[in-house]
């Protein structure tokens, strides 16, 4: 290449009179500024995806405090029923205990789906966990003049935990999904499983295995058991109180939130029947579930009696063991066969199950103990392979982001309006149909109905399913005279030195 050349190839290089000698040098210098303009640009890719890895950890992770504090008062009903009798914790108040968690979770899921999508991502996660660390302190703390008293300040303090807890549900499962395509690419249903329902199994198994270890320390003093049992409750959410601190908004919120004006009947007219099934079905499932949860300890005690305390808390170790499976096995098959698929065939399978061992539950329980346990675990593992793996998915997927949060939060309270009910009615139908077995077979009855209902109703969201939607709904809200350019919020950056830095200079500067 000659001066000339080198000079008319690049306006700014045209000024300045150069020697054949020191061509090369300027060559090099601008290729190395044109290498060094790319790789800042690449930074901000870089910091967007480190942030995504952020979002989807730290979200997800404080939903270990659900599983925990729904799996824990299974063993604290059992504790507080061998301290006081069943003429003070008789069967209301147990029930009482179990279902303040679930009301207090029906108000967080719908006051905080409708804060994350109007106020935003952030905000919702710092707010749930100061009310679970608070509610899990109270709980810890309870007492009062009489028995009575104590466990009423334990009702209050369970149903503040349940606004905290029900409050995760949209803020902690709507943030990582929007977070997780960044993070892994077409494989957004697995990464969302892991790092919610899978983390809420554990949660449970976790539960389960902390009373044993209490147990074996302070022996038959249960006091201390119970309240240490509700007390470390308080560490999942102050694990990441600080990272939640330094969290953003997700950029899927940044692009397509609606803070004001939201057209909400034109939502409805759009998504009422979306919203209806996902919503039916989180009630189902939560129905059938979460008493089995709830009521598996008083379950074992029941088909064992007079087992000691620990015992009967080490097989729900095992019981709650089968939940961690199902949860993996789930998270693989959404994106391999379907959510659609894996719903169906999750809860067709449960219901075959829940309704054998409701039919053999007598000869069962009588002679082979241990197989009774097997089924109950393969019962609840099919539970989590199905339905608890696709009903926050399926509610996380079928709604734009600018309305993601509220709906997630409607479905996920009808789950708990579900778990509510379920749980206030396993006592009168254990009662009224001649056991345990009558809350089984009614269940498994609702199970294969439900899963007839989700194959053939149920949309299957593909990969690029979000992004999709949010086009179609914008298009959607501008064909019905919405003013589009209001969507977005403006995010924190330093756009102005980017700028700065990538704009190229004219010949004439």
């Avoid at 006051?111 to 919702?124: A, Q, S, W």
């Avoid at 334990?154 to 999904?177: H, K, L, Q, T």
């Avoid at 998270?331 to 829940?354: E, H, N, P, S, Y």
């Avoid at 109905?449 to 990969?463: E, K, M």
Wanted: proline share 5%; aromatic share 12%.
């Amino acid at each position: 290449m000659t001066v000339g050349e080198a000079s008319s190839s690049r306006g700014s290089i045209s000024k300045f009179p150069l020697s054949d000698e020191n061509v090369d040098q300027v060559i090099t210098k601008d290729v190395s500024e044109e290498s060094d303009s790319a790789s800042i640009e690449e930074l901000p890719r870089q910091k967007s995806r480190t942030a995504s890895y952020f979002n989807v950890i730290f979200s997800g992770f404080a939903l270990l405090s659900d599983g925990y504090q729904s799996g824990v008062i299974s063993t604290i009903n059992l504790l507080l029923t061998r301290i006081y009798g069943k003429e003070i914790f008789d069967d209301t108040t147990s029930s009482r205990l179990s279902y303040s968690m679930f009301v207090g979770a029906v108000v967080g899921q719908l006051g905080f789906g409708l804060f994350i999508d109007r106020i935003g991502r952030k905000m919702g996660l710092i707010a749930t966990t100061v009310l679970v660390i608070v509610g899990a302190i109270l709980s810890c703390a309870s007492s009062g003049s009489t028995p009575q008293g104590l466990l009423w300040m334990m009702v209050i303090a369970r149903g503040v935990i349940g606004v905290g807890v029900g409050g995760e549900y949209p803020c902690s499962s709507v943030s990582a999904g929007e977070s997780a395509d960044e993070v892994a690419p077409g494989r957004r249903g697995t990464l969302f499983v892991f790092v919610t329902n899978f983390v809420i199994d554990l949660g449970y198994v976790i539960s389960a295995i902390v009373p044993v270890i209490l147990l074996a320390i302070f022996k038959d003093n249960l006091e201390p058991v119970w309240r240490l049992s509700l007390g470390l409750g308080v560490l999942p959410p102050l694990s990441v109180l600080y990272f939640r601190l330094k969290m953003g908004d997700t950029k899927s919120y940044q692009e397509g939130a609606i803070k004001r004006a939201v057209p909400y009947w034109l939502i409805i007219k759009r998504y009422w029947f979306r919203l209806l099934i996902a919503s039916g079905l989180w009630f189902v499932y939560d129905f059938i579930s979460y008493p089995s949860g709830v009521f598996s300890t008083i379950i074992v005690d029941k088909v064992a009696p007079g087992g000691k305390p620990i015992t009967v808390i080490a097989w729900n170790i095992l019981l709650y063991g089968f939940y961690l499976p199902g949860a993996i096995g789930g998270a693989f098959a959404v994106d391999k066969i379907g959510r659609r698929r894996t719903l169906a065939i999750g809860l067709l399978l449960q219901g075959i199950v829940g309704i054998i061992m409701g039919a053999v539950y007598a000869p069962l329980t009588e002679n082979c103990y241990p197989m009774f346990i097997v089924m109950f675990g393969l019962f609840l593992a099919l539970g989590e392979f199905g339905p608890g793996d696709c009903m926050g998915l399926n509610a996380m997927e079928l709604f734009p982001t600018a309305v993601r949060g509220t709906c997630y939060g409607i479905a996920a309270a009808f789950g708990k309006v579900g778990a509510t009910i379920g749980t206030f009615a396993f006592v009168p139908m254990q009662n009224s149909m001649g056991g345990i077995r009558g809350p089984f077979l009614v269940g498994s009855g609702i199970a294969i109905a439900a899963s007839i209902v989700a194959w053939f109703l149920i949309p299957d969201i593909g990969p690029e399913g979000l992004v999709e939607e949010d086009l179609a709904f914008k298009a959607y809200l501008a064909e019905n005279g919405f003013d589009v350019t209001q969507m977005g919020i403006a995010p924190k950056s330093t756009a102005p030195v980017d700028d700065a830095v990538a704009k190229p200079t004219s010949s004439s500067e």
